[in-house]
């Protein structure tokens, strides 16, 4: 009895070691530079209790349409049954937003020491075929160069031959970097060159990353930018987090005042009418369409002979005086 009680309690702090293991990053914060923890060796290498299911989606996200490019390290540090863990956070993240070409689009960019980008922004505007793509991403081993792979998403993934909306409709670029070591390549210029080019950086370091490269890469404020988890066991975790961030809230599900229809238009909203009702000038109300009744003119065919006979009169009329004009002159002019 006494080793099963032991055994429920050994399972018991395992699971609250994971639990903790997540949080935000604080700048300054002494504790985020940890060594490795229990759950974190527990974790390393082992298969992913979840594997991934491109069939199954729930959308949670309608408010907010996005160009998002994820930029995931796939070096040797990463091993496969972490890269798996990535992939099942990609696949979530998916699922947590509204997607479609007039909706928020997905692009990966994977990188080691080269850069390999998976698909773009235009490839898949449905969950099934992007989740598909994301299952077949496979590792690249070897380096870990981070600003080239910043680069080559600004340069090859951001742009509208590759998918991204063009900057007069507004849409919201964001990048989000997924990293656990430190970068072999200079990640400061390269990031802030994307951030002045209008994209938003989140950057989520695992186990071993190095803090100060990701507080360079991130946009400010970077307590709401930089993210720290101490496995690849716990990274799914984040997915509520970027899910607050990113979707934002839903206008017509906070309340609205349309009489009849609430459309979202980003953070905002406006209202529509039913079939046969048009908007008021308040744009709340509506008011049914006014029908104009259809007037058909009746002719009178006895007044229709009657013009008749009236213009033939006045036509022989007009013969007969034109005639007198006629003779007239001839007589004045044999005078």
């Not at 090859?156 to 990293?179: D, L, M, N, Q």
């Not at 839903?250 to 009702?277: F, K, L, T, W």
Request: proline share 4%; aromatic share 6%; glycine share 4%.
């Amino acid at each position: 009895m006494k080793s099963f009680l032991w055994s429920v309690l050994f399972c018991a702090s395992l699971l609250l070691s994971d639990a903790l293991a997540t949080y935000q990053l604080n700048a300054g914060d002494p504790q985020l530079i940890a060594a490795q923890s229990y759950a974190q060796t527990r974790n390393n290498g082992r298969p992913p209790f979840r594997t991934l299911d491109p069939s199954k989606t729930d959308s949670q996200c309608r408010s907010r349409p996005l160009d998002l490019v994820f930029i995931i390290d796939s070096s040797r540090s990463v091993r496969p049954g972490e890269f798996e863990k990535v992939k099942i956070f990609l696949a979530d993240m998916v699922d947590t937003l509204d997607v479609g070409s007039d909706a928020t689009r997905v692009a990966v960019v994977n990188y080691a020491s080269t850069v390999k980008i998976e698909f773009l922004l235009k490839s898949h505007f449905n969950k099934p075929d992007m989740k598909k793509a994301i299952s077949r991403i496979e590792p690249l081993a070897a380096g870990t160069m981070t600003g080239l792979a910043i680069k080559t998403a600004v340069n090859e993934a951001f742009t509208e031959e590759s998918g991204a909306r063009p900057r007069s409709r507004k849409i919201t670029k964001v990048a989000i970097i997924v990293t656990d070591g430190r970068p072999q390549d200079q990640v400061e210029e390269v990031s802030a060159a994307a951030r002045a080019l209008g994209i938003e950086i989140y950057a989520v370091g695992v186990d071993r990353a190095d803090m100060r490269s990701l507080q360079l890469m991130a946009s400010i404020p970077l307590e709401d930018h930089v993210f720290y988890v101490e496995t690849y066991g716990v990274i799914e975790k984040l997915t509520s987090k970027f899910r607050k961030t990113l979707c934002g809230l839903d206008p017509c599900a906070m309340g609205h005042d349309c009489e009849h229809i609430c459309v979202n238009s980003n953070a905002s909203y406006y209202c529509q009418c039913r079939n046969d009702y048009i908007l008021n000038a308040d744009k709340k109300t509506c008011s049914l369409k006014q029908m104009k009744a259809a007037v058909v003119v009746v002719e009178d065919p006895c007044k229709c002979e009657a013009r008749l006979a009236f213009q033939k009169q006045t036509q022989a009329a007009i013969q007969q005086l034109t005639a007198k004009i006629e003779r007239l002159e001839n007589m004045v002019g044999r005078a």
